[in-house]
């Protein structure tokens, strides 16, 4: 018997249990494979500023008093970033520094404008608006025309922060189970039972952060929050030509939908993100499919070797603000983070973990955003999504 079963070893279900487990709760961690399986050890490691929707949509969406409350709390996620490094001594290379690079003029000043926007609006002084010349000069690519930098926000190795996070939780008092996958959750009166394979596991409470894998284990998450496979490669430590590639430091994404993400890693190695489907299996040739976005953006890699190459699930919504959700009186559940859950897939841990201690606001006011279902219910939500997402994917190259 726990306090509180949570499901899914990813950024979520750690931060949530390390923030449980500090407040005396008694906490169990089920993971079907190992903490950071999923999108939070394979992903980009980027540390961004604000929401997956930027200010001036949630302005529309929601007037400008919502959208200041859902900006701060972006900010205070990426400060519980650093506070988790920091306090827990976490090795994972965080360095700051992200660039939205833009393809064309129109979208070089639509990002600068946004950049002044934030100053503005909101206060936020740590954007550094570039042109043509200055974005080759943070850069090294002469494929675009121009964007910002933001030193508020910031990158780390994705995986190694995922593990200190499993630590710290555990060392707080966590029980952690890798290799555990959940058959069934069931919402009783005042308990929940859990079942695995072979055991039963009873709680006060329970935690679903499964995020892209959520198979399925609860439908009603699952209508909401759909998994997509991302893809990165790593190349040999670049040598040479490596002081021609981000001599800026920072990291690196650009504006069209399907983005391509990259930065540098501590040995010297391009990280390069980029291509995506909507298929249960990965391309034969991980390789290959990502070494064309980079060779675009950077043609003196494009002969470099590519040492490592791999893919995982991330999750989107229809709305593009992750889905926290009540599928049942005593389950919580946070995850469809949409490509932008580093930091907030911490704060979301904490966010679940503060309303576990029956403090919900926050957990409300994301809520209080509407995650639309997936159109086409169980047999065709996969195939619409998929013929969505790659006519937009198309539209990028059009």
């Given at each position: ?31 079907k494979e190992r903490v ?27 007037g400008e008093y919502k ?301 209080s955003f509407e995650t ?27």
């Amino acid at each position: 018997m726990s306090d509180i079963c949570i499901i899914g070893g990813g950024y979520t279900g750690l931060s949530a249990a390390l923030h449980l487990a500090e407040r005396g709760y008694s906490v169990l961690l089920a993971e079907k494979e190992r903490v950071g399986f999923g999108a939070s050890g394979r992903n980009g490691g980027q540390v961004g500023s604000g929401q997956r929707l930027d200010q001036l949509t949630l302005e529309n969406r929601v007037g400008e008093y919502k959208a200041r409350q859902f900006w701060l709390l972006a900010e205070v996620a990426k400060d519980l970033v650093a506070h988790l490094i920091d306090r827990h001594r976490i090795a994972c290379c965080y360095k700051p520094g992200i660039v939205t690079a833009a393809w064309s003029d129109k979208e070089a000043e639509r990002a600068r404008e946004y950049a002044r926007h934030l100053e503005a609006r909101y206060g936020y002084k740590n954007t550094q608006p570039l042109d043509r010349k200055a974005i080759f000069e943070f850069t090294g690519s002469g494929a675009f025309a121009g964007g910002f930098a933001d030193w508020g926000a910031g990158h780390l190795h994705p995986l190694n922060f995922a593990i200190g996070l499993a630590k710290a939780a555990s060392s707080a008092g966590a029980r952690i189970h890798e290799s555990t996958a959940i058959r069934s959750i069931v919402d009783q009166a005042g308990s929940v039972l859990i079942k695995t394979r072979k055991h039963q596991i009873k709680c006060d409470k329970a935690i679903v952060a499964c995020n892209g894998y959520i198979e399925e284990l609860n439908e009603t998450i699952k209508e909401r929050v759909a998994p997509i496979n991302n893809f990165i490669i790593a190349t040999e430590p670049l040598g040479a030509v490596g002081p021609s590639v981000l001599p800026s430091g920072t990291a690196v994404f650009d504006t069209r939908f399907v983005v391509s993400y990259f930065r540098k890693s501590h040995d010297g190695r391009m990280l390069f993100g980029g291509g995506e489907n909507y298929r249960s299996a990965f391309p034969d040739d991980i390789a290959s499919l990502v070494r064309k976005p980079m060779a675009k953006v950077f043609p003196q890699l494009d002969r470099v070797a590519i040492d490592y190459a791999w893919g995982g699930k991330l999750a989107i919504t229809m709305s593009r603000m992750p889905c926290f959700i009540r599928p049942s009186d005593n389950v919580i559940s946070a995850s469809g983070y949409s490509g932008h859950g580093v930091a907030m897939a911490c704060l979301a841990g904490r966010i679940l973990a503060d309303s576990i201690n029956e403090n919900s606001s926050q957990f409300n006011l994301f809520a209080s955003f509407e995650t639309p279902k997936f159109p086409g219910g169980p047999l065709f939500r996969s195939s619409l999504l998929a013929l969505a997402l790659s006519w937009l994917a198309i539209r990028d190259r059009i």
